[in-house]
């Protein structure tokens, strides 16, 4: 995380400095104080959970940003049909764990305890939680509604 002494050392040098040298600082300063985008499903890609049925670590050579989020694929393939119809593959409430948001809090979820249901991809913090899932029909619901008011709220 850069200081603050850092960037206005940085901005200091971009204005003594000459045109050329300003912008290359310019983009130094940038890239330091821009955030870093958060990986999606802990770098798992998303399609593959529909296409190979289990959980695949997805490479950075295959990037996508949906919605804020960079997602990573197994292949280009898996990408490109992601990239075509986002909505089908990307997971339930930004990849939050379904039932803690159906609890009305937000939670990391562990992207190798899903299930795909009525279509849509929802990854849960523990493996209680996916059985509860199941068994409560108004479960996703519950999370849904919460979900407009917890989407910009901290992952614990």
Not at 72 to 93: M, T, V
Request: hydrophobic share 40%; charged share 20%; aromatic share 10%.
């Amino acid at each position: 995380m850069p200081t603050r002494r850092t960037v206005l050392s940085m901005m200091s040098a971009a204005m003594v400095g000459g045109a050329i040298g300003s912008f290359s600082v310019l983009a130094e300063i940038r890239a330091v104080a821009q955030p870093r985008m958060r990986i999606g499903l802990k770098g798992y890609d998303p399609v593959a959970y529909f296409t190979l049925s289990t959980p695949t670590p997805g490479v950075a050579q295959y990037e996508y940003v949906y919605d804020g989020v960079l997602y990573r694929f197994a292949n280009a393939h898996h990408r490109d049909l992601f990239a075509a119809n986002p909505d089908k593959y990307a997971p339930q409430f930004g990849g939050s764990c379904a039932m803690n948001l159906a609890g009305g809090v937000r939670r990391e979820a562990d992207p190798t305890i899903w299930i795909i249901s009525n279509g849509k991809l929802y990854v849960f913090a523990g493996t209680g939680g996916q059985t509860r899932f199941r068994e409560d029909s108004a479960a996703a619901g519950r999370a849904a509604e919460n979900w407009n008011a917890l989407k910009d709220s901290p992952i614990q």
